[in-house]
């Protein structure tokens, strides 16, 4: 069963817009994404996740799913084609925004601690 749902998320400037996926009660994105979130070469998404793995900081067993999604076929216009691409959850999404050094990447930082002070404030303290 598929319960699969997609938001979009738009940088507060405007500039980014990402398609985002969220099942399984989190938010899923790929390496291209948040490439794009964070305003870094997709290389530099990859090593810093590359590195959250050999260090131990996350499981990749537990953090990374395989999503079928269907794309424009290359050489064949108006024709689509699908094919499996790797997303990685939340908790990946928030380690390499704290690894990165970008204006988004700040960007990002500091929404991240706003929506965990609202979660604390909302549950007047307990996480």
């Not at 390496?31 to 900081?57: C, D, P, W, Y």
């Not at 999503?67 to 499996?84: L, N």
Request: hydrophobic content about 40%; aromatic content about 8%; cysteine-free.
């Amino acid at each position: 069963m598929n319960n699969s749902e997609f938001l979009i998320y738009q940088a507060a400037d405007g500039k980014i817009t990402i398609d985002v996926r969220l099942e399984d009660e989190t938010v899923w994105l790929t390496q291209a994404h948040m490439a794009e979130l964070f305003g870094k070469s997709k290389q530099t998404v990859s090593e810093h996740i590359r590195n959250i793995f050999n260090e131990g900081e996350l499981d990749e067993e537990v953090v990374v799913r395989k999503f079928r999604t269907t794309t424009r076929h290359g050489a064949i216009e108006g024709m689509t084609q699908s094919k499996e691409v790797l997303f990685y959850n939340l908790d990946v999404i928030i380690s390499v925004g704290y690894r990165v050094k970008s204006h988004q990447g700040t960007q990002f930082r500091i929404w991240a601690a706003q929506r965990l002070t609202e979660l604390v404030d909302d549950r007047e303290g307990i996480i």
